[in-house]
């Protein structure tokens, strides 16, 4: 007996997919997004070593495949370090690793954005190198990165959907398992496509509300 | 580096005999590729000469499909067009379907480089041009595309760049293409570690060297420019 149709458990299933997906969206953006800035700290205080291997790794994650990556850890760690991961797991360390990668350019050229005089001048004033970055460089180098910044957190909400393949039931696995029981492809991933659009839309246009209120002190209030 | 503090070791010399199919996997990797960015740079300049047109209902039609394009998921295009199309009728190879799904998603990139490139055209060249009576299909042939192409080798490059590294998910619809035959050799030998290691560096390799071209031809199309 086939259950061809559509029911109401589906709408469970499509919900608990999207749960999944959208956990492991804010788990990784928020793990990546400490990560990244530390890498990026790094290079701001120039810390030998350490800061070419952060510059290297990134350049590295930034430009291969996010599933050779996934690959990578799910099947190739556990071989390598003869431990146990769980699709999760290997999917939570992915993805919190590619999106520092890309923290870290954003980070990197909005430090960088910043520009030399005010440094030079923070340093007249006496302000140690902190000081410079919190209260010169981080209120001015937020504002540049937002916008990149929201790009940047739409790619990587795709880019969540690609954990389906090492088996996590995120919302594009549950996209197959539908697809294979109702046999109505076009119904399916229409439905998936549509709430992953949904979900990009939310997020840009959070962004976009962020970035208006820090930019706020430069927008022309007449006189 | 790699295997400083690991019980096991690194070992590569093993997958020497695999090498003959991950070089098989990368040419069908780079046909796919080349094939697709043909697919998406025609498409592109289509979409972002209707994204500049001076008509509206042209401008929305491109504008939803780049929207679209966009903002879903490159896996879900994949499986929408390879279980969609069968469906209604039209039965495509993996690698035609793949090829496909490609061009479309990499249009939508294509067409904002382009479309920067065309905006970036100093108004005055296109009166000029409208003065001196040319129709309009020689102004986009001989003037909007040439300056536009030309200032958006970069941009494309990194587009292209991109479309490497998204081509990787074509082996979800069972094409054996560079990853998708890495996964054999990696079920062949036990080593996965390594292989998806080298596969990793190759990829990097492969991109940074596009890029690389990409910038050496901006320069080389630009250096009139300034």
Known sequence: ?223 | MLSGECSLQFDLTSLTPYFGDLAAGARLTAFACALALAGSLILGILVALMRTAASTKAQRVANVYVDVFRNVPFIVQLFFLFYGLPEIGIELSALATGVLALSLAGGAFTSDAIRAGILAIEPGVLEAAQVSGLPRVAIYRRIVLPIALRSAVRPLGSVFVNLILTSSILSAITLNELTGSAKIVAADTFQPFEVYALLLVLYAVLTWLVSLAAGALHRRLNRNQL
């Open chain 1, 1 to 223: 007996m086939r259950y061809t149709d559509f029911s109401y458990h589906d709408i469970v299933l499509l919900l608990q997919g999207l749960g999944v997906s959208v956990a492991l969206f804010a788990a990784t953006t928020l793990i990546g997004l400490v990560i990244g800035l530390a890498w990026a700290t790094l290079r701001y205080y120039r810390v030998p070593l350490l800061a070419p291997l952060a510059a290297l790794l990134a350049e590295l994650l930034k430009n291969s495949p996010v599933l050779v990556q996934l690959f990578l850890v799910f099947f190739g760690l556990p071989v390598l370090l003869e431990m146990d991961l769980t699709p999760v797991q290997a999917a939570l360390i992915t993805l919190s690793g590619n999106t520092a990668a890309f923290i870290y350019v954003i980070a990197v050229s909005a430090i960088e954005s910043v520009g030399r005089d005010q440094l030079e001048t923070a340093r007249v004033f006496g302000l140690s190198r902190w000081q410079t970055l919190r209260r010169i460089v981080m209120p001015q180098a937020a504002a540049f990165a937002l916008g990149p910044l929201a790009g940047l957190l739409v790619n990587q909400l795709q880019v969540t959907s690609l954990i389906s393949v090492i088996g996590v039931v995120d919302l594009t696995k549950v996209g197959a398992i539908l697809n294979l029981r109702t046999l109505k492809p076009f119904i399916v991933w229409t439905v998936i496509g549509l709430l992953y659009y949904l979900m990009a839309r939310l997020i840009a246009a959070a962004c976009a509300r962020v970035e208006a209120r820090l930019r706020a002190h430069r927008q022309w209030k007449g006189l």
